[in-house]
């Protein structure tokens, strides 16, 4: 499964930071995204850690968006609430690609507790 994110989230260019949905399943979802040299979060050729975020978030509307679309209905907006005991140990470089891993932990309506992991 590799489906392109364009129409499951509602950030458009130049501010999207996640390509594709690799993988997806009711309460995990990974996302791929190849950092471009025009990429609007890039500083010194590394992709900035509020890009990273970004991604994060843009991630987990892949995955909530494809719910809702394969269920015919509209993808909602959403936005990230916190974010806490996040390490970043190295930042992407130009023509890196990076896999995010999204674990949903706690669903209570629209809202959703998740644990996230780059690859």
Known sequence: ??????????QKPPFVMVDYLVNF????????????????????????AGGLIENIAQSAAAG??????S???AVPLGYIGAVKNTIIHSLPQIGD??????KSKIKLEMHQLSKEKYF
Do not use: A, C, V
Not at 25 to 48: G, R
Not at 64 to 69: D, K
Not at 97 to 102: D, N, V
């Open 1 to 10: 499964m590799k489906i392109n994110t364009t129409d499951l989230i509602p």
């Open 25 to 48: 399943s009711e309460d995990e979802y990974k996302t791929e995204f190849t950092i471009q040299s025009d990429n609007i979060l890039l500083f010194d050729n590394e992709f900035s």
């Open 64 to 69: 909530s968006g494809y719910h809702f679309t």
């Open 71 to 73: 269920q015919n209905q």
């Open 97 to 102: 690609t990076i896999q995010t891993e999204i």
